[in-house]
């Protein structure tokens, strides 16, 4: 996991709950429900650790759904719309 900084909130929430909100060094943002406590810290650790993961996953994602508008602009099946429709 990359070095830098991380932000974690946790809060008591409604009944007996714990409310965990996490943003990881790639502004990923996550809000959670815990029982306790010692829950919610260890979801936090787990949450944190898969950040570099979870960052190689968005930019695959977006490297591939670039390559799949350049597909559909090449056929010409896409238009200047923007109401997802093409």
């Known amino acids: 996991m990359s070095q830098s900084k991380l932000q974690l909130t946790i ?13 990881d060094h790639y ?3 996550a809000c959670v ?3 306790s406590v010692k829950q919610a ?11 570099d993961e979870r960052e190689q996953a968005n930019q695959t994602r977006g490297k591939a ?6 597909i559909d602009r090449k056929a010409g099946i896409t238009t200047s719309m923007s109401d997802g429709l093409d």
């Open 11 to 23: 809060e008591k929430a409604h009944g007996n709950m714990w409310r965990v909100e996490m943003r």
């Open 27 to 29: 502004c990923n943002y």
């Open 41 to 51: 810290m260890q979801y936090a650790l787990y949450w944190f650790e898969k950040a």
């Open 65 to 70: 759904i670039q390559e799949m508008i350049a």
């Open 33 to 35: 429900y815990e029982p």
